[in-house]
């Protein structure tokens, strides 16, 4: 379908490993979110991007978590050594960005696992 | 200034019966105020949504009721059914030209059979 598309669905990865999550957004919306969501807890917000710029990024929570966007497309979040505390779901929206009260779009996410 | 109040934390409904998500928020500044619903391993997609200027909005059998002088804003479920089990998101906007949502801590909605 032509929806927000996150891969992979699920990682398992050791302790103090790097992984990169990858967010494919709806054609032609500018703006991208991603959200972290800890088992049975709401939506922590992490980065927007408006295109390939990331004007708020806020929400990281350590220098180990870097994001980048390109061709006002493709979005990959990135955890550097990663530790326990980052097992969560990690959730990419979209939405068209450039006016009032749009939207977001999310897709289905990726389930991090950190042994 | 900029969190969003969500309450219950899970709720227990008959099925017919009415489920009530309530909200509030501080920042008089929002401008737009969606609900979201979502299942288990899914993300959350948008289910109704309510700007300020109107107290009442209704789609179905979901119905935003808004309390602008209270700060308040809840989720009425007309005739729960067992589908409706899901949690629910509130959150509020200010476009501030980023269109960032803050979104409730959300309701895990069980609709007993």
């Known amino acids: 379908g032509a929806g927000v598309s996150q891969s992979p669905s699920n990682k398992v990865t050791e302790k103090g490993k790097d992984v990169e999550l990858r967010c494919d957004p709806i054609?032609?919306?500018?703006?991208l979110y991603w959200y972290r969501q800890r088992l049975g807890q709401g939506l922590e917000f992490l980065i927007y991007f408006q295109g390939n710029s990331a004007p708020d990024k806020s929400g990281l929570p350590s220098d180990r978590f870097s994001a980048e966007r390109t061709g006002e497309s493709v979005s990959t979040l990135t955890i550097q050594r990663t530790q326990q505390e980052d097992s969560a779901v990690y959730l990419c929206a979209s939405s068209p960005g450039g006016s009032i009260n749009q939207p977001q779009h999310f897709g289905d996410g990726t389930r991090l696992s950190i042994l | 200034q900029q969190q969003v109040k969500q309450s219950p934390q899970s709720l227990i409904v008959q099925k017919g019966g009415i489920s009530i998500i309530n909200c509030a928020y501080e920042?008089?500044?929002?401008?737009?105020f969606p609900w979201y619903q979502q299942f288990p391993g899914k993300g959350p997609a948008l289910l109704i949504a309510i700007r300020p200027d109107v107290s009442e909005k209704k789609e179905g059998r979901f119905t935003i009721s808004f309390n602008k002088s209270a700060k308040q804003f809840s989720l009425h479920i007309m005739d729960s059914q067992p589908g409706d089990s899901a949690t629910y998101f509130c959150?509020?906007?200010?476009?501030?030209?980023?269109?960032?949502?803050?979104f409730g801590k959300g309701t895990r909605l069980h609709i007993l059979p």
């Open positions: 959150a509020a906007s200010l476009f501030r030209g980023d269109d960032k949502i803050i």
């Open positions: 054609s032609g919306h500018t703006a």
């Open positions: 920042n008089t500044a929002f401008d737009y």
